[in-house]
T-cell receptor, first 109, second 116 residues
């Protein structure tokens, strides 16, 4: 079993829909990251969380430390949101990142 | 603009050949990382370096080598000992060792390596 599990693996949506991507982890962590990988392969960091909730534009990330679960929400989705979204965690008290396998999102007009 | 530059974008390797992937950053970051990405798998750590002239093996270092002679540069050599080198390789950096303060990693755009 992977230490970081994401669901769903693939997601399709119509433009404007509200999207949720989930991440569960089974190890002790110091921080959790949400990353976005574009079709060309480059990766951008969206959020780093250690507790609570963060919002940036149409993106919202939440984390529940007790339940070892995080969600990434996209409001009013747009075709340009189409990408692979990756959850990664810092193992407790280290720089080491463990990555989920990613969720491929396609948003159609 | 500061960032990480990986080159080349695409690379082809012949049997028995060593190839070197370039990673350069102008962010003045101390720590640099090399990851390998395969379809259906999460990124896996190959090597990392927290300071110049020092580097550590990651989870899948066999068949790879690195150097860190300058702060800005962290090249990865895929040797002929790596029997399954076809993958997408990503370089990343952070400003410094965590010291209790975790930071997001900055990533390059990757190099796709294929076998001829």
């Amino acid at each position: 079993k992977n230490e970081v599990e994401q669901s769903p693996q693939n997601l399709t949506a119509q433009e404007g829909e509200f999207i949720t991507i989930n991440c569960s982890y089974s190890v002790g962590i110091s921080a959790l990251h949400w990353l976005q990988q574009h079709p060309g392969g480059g990766i951008v960091s969206l959020f780093m969380l250690s507790s609570g909730k963060k919002k940036h534009g149409r993106l919202i990330a939440t984390i529940n430390i007790q339940e070892k679960h995080s969600s990434l929400h996209i409001t009013a989705s747009h075709p340009r949101d189409s990408a692979v979204y990756i959850c990664a965690v810092n193992l407790f008290n280290t720089d080491k990142l463990i990555f989920g396998t990613g969720t491929r999102l396609q948003v159609f007009p | 603009d500061g960032g990480i530059t990986q080159s080349p974008k695409y690379l082809f390797r012949k049997e028995g050949q060593n190839v070197t992937l370039s990673c350069e950053q102008n962010l003045n970051h101390d720590a640099m990382y090399w990851y390998r990405q395969d379809p259906g798998q999460g990124l896996r750590l190959i090597y990392y370096s927290q300071i110049v002239n020092d580097f550590q093996k990651g989870d899948i270092a066999e068949g790879y080598s690195v150097s860190r002679e300058k702060k800005e540069s962290f090249p990865l050599t895929v040797t002929s000992a790596q029997k399954n080198p076809t993958a997408f390789y990503l370089c990343a950096s952070i400003e410094g060792a965590h010291g209790g303060s975790y930071q997001p990693q900055h990533f390059g755009d990757g190099t796709r390596l294929s076998i001829l």
